[in-house]
């Protein structure tokens, strides 16, 4: 079950399209498979036009009724759009999607098998900082870390722990440099989640340390 979303202040920048590129992506792709944001998020856009037709016309009853009538139609956001399902791969793994990523699937580099049972897909979004596609087999680690910016995860199939919460899929979870995590999974079918950061990694602990200087390995 989904636990962690996007907090209303996000959601609202979403709406008004004041997000950074990536972190809207990863916005619409949690919304894609969070039926409860979807509604909110319909009610911030009615809020929004409310809002800017207030500003526009005061105290208008015509205009009032013109409003509520918009209002009571369905949402552009609401309306589920059927597309072709575009499955990720990975070792003979196929994943499914949220509507929002499915244009990345064919537009990832290929996989690079790193240490700790972890892969990992660059995605190019032409922004600042970096996206990946990464997954963790049963059993697969991130040495422990903390941020020097933000990192922004949607859990896309399976489940992970960090040590001091557990997630599921379709969770947002938003860390900064206040956190010190080490993300692992113990599900058969491990976990793929889709990230975004904005600064490198940080390693804090035992040998990991020694990749602080190579951190922007992890970060290309
Ligand atoms: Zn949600």
Known sequence: MIKLHPNSQQLSEFAQGQCDPGVALIISAHIDMCRCCKQKLVS?????????????????????????????????SAIEVPVQSQKLELDGKEFTLPRSLQRYASKINGWSHMAGKLWQAKVDLGIDGRADFIYMEKGGSVPEHTHR???????????????????????????????????????????????ILDKPLHFTSGLARLLNPFSQLFFK
């Open 44 to 76: 911030v856009e009615a809020e929004l036009a409310r809002e800017a037709m207030a500003e526009k016309a005061p105290a208008d009853p015509a205009f009032d009724s013109m409003l509520a009538n918009i209002l009571q139609m369905p949402a552009a």
């Open 149 to 195: 910016g933000s990192e922004l995860t949607l859990v896309l199939d399976g489940e992970f722990s960090d040590g001091v919460h557990d997630y599921d899929t379709g969770d947002f979870i938003a860390r900064d440099g206040q956190h010190i995590h080490t993300p692992h999974t113990d599900a058969d079918e491990g976990c793929l989640v889709f990230s």
